[in-house]
């Protein structure tokens, strides 16, 4: 590869979505799994919920947006940054794969809303530039990466956004890996590919890290270790090496136990930026 950095981002993307075997999940090449998923995903939500860590992921985003502006959320799921955006802008587009993702969030507007549903992978839909382009974690079954990026810095007029939610890992797996020698599925994707994609097509995107918690809550001991064991790859393993590992990070109440997880959330934005091809004349601008 010529160019910065002379290391292929998008083939280290690529890899990353095989499994520790070597393969491609079911889930990422088979469209109707991928349906199924959500399928029974949308049936377990109450009334528009969402998840805590994603409030302040969406208020350190709110700044670049304006109310006069026009949007396209990439991948809304069950509406994390559907129902704030919706509030905040003028329109609102949203594009998903998933016909089951589409039907549950367009029950919450009627037809005088601002929001409209576009029923098309991200890589195949067919839209106008809007002011805003944004997606929140919805890059995982995309495997050419590179395509959608420079899609979302063509569509988008005044700025592109994406957020990615990674490290680190769940401590008690870096005891079980150190400490007691097991495998651990640690991730095998993370943001940096994409800001090192981003870099090389020219776009030197804002780079914005925050730190989140999440807590996890169990009725039982036993439910507590099924819940967290599930990142070990070894086929056998000791309970009391899971239940050791995790002591130090629990919390016991006569409610049951508790878990909290420091992690982050990486906010990548730019403003659109006019991109040359090979030859070093301009691509085509909007």
């Not at 878990?259 to 990548?268: K, M, P």
Request: glycine fraction near 4%; charged fraction near 25%; hydrophobic fraction near 35%.
């Amino acid at each position: 590869m010529k160019g910065p950095l002379a290391i292929d981002f998008e083939k280290l993307w690529q890899e990353g979505m095989h499994d520790w075997q070597g393969q491609m999940p079911k889930r990422m090449v088979d469209d109707s799994l991928e349906e199924a998923f959500w399928a029974q995903s949308m049936k377990k939500k109450s009334y528009k919920q969402t998840d805590e860590h994603a409030a302040p992921i969406y208020e350190a985003m709110k700044r670049y947006i304006s109310p006069d502006d026009t949007a396209i959320e990439i991948g809304p799921g069950w509406g994390n940054y559907t129902f704030p955006l919706a509030e905040d802008t003028a329109a609102l587009t949203c594009v998903d794969a998933s016909e089951s993702v589409l039907t549950y969030l367009a029950q919450y507007f009627d037809e005088s809303s601002n929001v409209q549903f576009v029923h098309a992978k991200w890589e195949e839909a067919e839209l106008d530039p809007h002011d805003i382009v944004i997606g929140v974690n919805c890059f995982y079954r995309m495997y050419h990466m590179l395509e959608p990026l420079k899609k979302m810095n063509e569509l988008a007029k005044k700025r592109a956004i994406i957020g990615m939610t990674t490290g680190p890992i769940q401590p008690h797996y870096q005891v079980l890996d150190k400490q007691f020698g097991y495998s651990i599925k640690y991730p095998r994707r993370d943001y940096i590919e994409i800001l090192n994609m981003l870099y090389q097509l020219g776009i030197y995107a804002d780079c914005q890290m925050l730190s989140l918690e999440r807590t996890y809550s169990y009725d039982t001991k036993e439910q507590l270790l099924e819940a967290q064991s599930k990142k070990i790859l070894d086929e056998s393993f000791e309970w009391k090496h899971v239940e050791q590992a995790l002591e130090p990070f629990i919390e016991k109440t006569k409610n049951g136990y508790y878990y909290r997880h420091q992690f982050y959330a990486a906010i990548l934005s730019w403003e659109p930026v006019k991109r040359t091809d090979g030859n070093g004349h301009h691509e085509k601008e909007i």
